[in-house]
């Protein structure tokens, strides 16, 4: 069965880094896209960024965009999110998910638990 | 940004009863949509994807319609397991926004 078990979350002073990890098990990873979706406390979904399968193309929200970094080592089956000069607005339960079986699905068929990011001094 | 806008905010309906969520784009985004159920403390669960497609092992009492700017959720016989929020989701041009979401209670 589809697994993805995200890592990495915790509480970080505005402007440091922070990265997250999210390891799949139970589908062929290097055929996924892979993305990063987030979650204010008590807030709506907001998509955050995503790498295509074979790692040649990456997409961001302009709200991340120039601070956070997306990556996969497909030897490893896992995607990370480096997420750099972090800011409170940033504080999330941080989703790692799959897109859909082709390029551009963009629809999130599995979800991980997520991992809760906390960003204060 | 292609922005995404649901009602209502919120439901309350009875068991049995048909049910119907709206979202609109704020452009064209063809078929492009997708729905999600999220319960508390859990992450969302796709139901609907491509604007009409079930996805699998989703109860056929959910379905979904629309093409263009204007998609409809419909839940035709509504559980008790249906409570939660429903967010919609366009994923067009290297993009992907959510609605905002729909809380639908159980009376």
């Known amino acids: 069965q589809v697994q993805l078990v995200e890592s990495g979350g915790g509480v970080v002073q505005p402007g440091r880094s922070l990265r997250l990890s999210c390891a799949a098990s139970?589908?062929?990873?290097?055929?996924?896209?892979m993305h990063w979706v987030r979650q204010a406390p008590g807030k709506g979904l907001e998509w955050v960024a995503v790498?295509?399968?074979?790692?040649?193309?990456?997409y961001y929200a302009d709200s991340v965009k120039g601070r956070f970094t997306i990556s996969r080592d497909n030897s490893k089956n896992t995607v990370y999110l480096q997420m750099n000069s972090l800011r409170a607005e940033d504080t999330a339960v941080y989703y790692c998910?799959?897109?859909?079986?082709?390029?551009?699905?963009?629809?999130?068929?599995?979800w991980g638990q997520g991992t809760l990011v906390s960003v204060s001094s | 940004d292609i922005q995404m806008t649901q009602s209502p905010s919120t439901l309350s309906a009875s068991v049995g009863d048909r049910v119907t969520i709206t979202c609109r784009a704020s452009?064209?985004?063809?078929?492009?949509l997708a729905w999600y159920q999220q319960k508390p403390g859990k992450g969302p669960k796709l139901l609907i994807y491509?604007?009409?497609t079930l996805e699998s092992g989703v109860p056929s009492r959910f379905s979904g319609s629309g093409s263009g700017t204007e998609f409809i959720l419909t839940i035709s016989s509504l559980q008790p397991d249906d409570f939660g929020i429903y967010y919609c989701?366009?994923?067009?041009?290297?993009?992907?926004?959510f609605g905002h979401g729909t809380k639908v209670e159980i009376k």
């Open positions: 998910a799959r897109g859909g079986a082709w390029l551009l699905d963009w629809y999130f068929d599995y």
């Open positions: 139970g589908f062929t990873f290097n055929t996924y896209g």
């Open positions: 790498m295509w399968h074979d790692g040649t193309n990456e």
């Open positions: 452009q064209s985004i063809s078929s492009w």
């Open positions: 491509k604007a009409s």
């Open positions: 989701q366009q994923y067009n041009s290297h993009s992907a926004t």
